[in-house]
């Protein structure tokens, strides 16, 4: 078995970064609480959420009820602010926007 993995694409690379980020805040529990989705919006995603709506957002990802942010619906968080991100990267007239898309 090779030591060395197969080179990979920069969206495999955004993927397996995506996975190894949700991995680092929930730690072994595999779930983020609240507190764990605000430090790691704090720290990886401010440009892009605004931290005032993380009560709604967080309500909003729970779709179980159990009070804690499971792969699956962190991957909607993270493909809700893709979407929303989008115009960001997308020349308008020569300018970028520069406000934040949630």
């Given amino acids: 078995m090779p030591d060395t993995l197969p080179a990979v694409s920069d969206l495999e690379s955004s ?3 995506i996975i190894q980020t949700f991995h680092q805040y929930s ?3 595999s779930n983020l609480k609240k507190a764990d989705l605000k430090e790691l919006i704090n720290n990886e995603m ?4 605004e931290n005032d709506t993380l009560d709604k957002l967080f309500a909003d990802l729970d779709q179980n009820g159990d009070l804690e942010i499971d792969f699956k619906e962190f991957i909607a968080l993270i493909a809700m ?6 115009e960001l ?7 970028r926007k520069t406000e934040k898309c949630c």
């Fill in 46 to 49: 401010n440009n892009f959420i």
């Fill in 15 to 17: 993927m397996l970064t």
């Fill in 81 to 86: 602010v893709t979407s929303a991100c989008n």
């Fill in 27 to 29: 730690g072994q529990k």
């Fill in 89 to 95: 990267f997308v020349p308008k007239l020569g300018q």
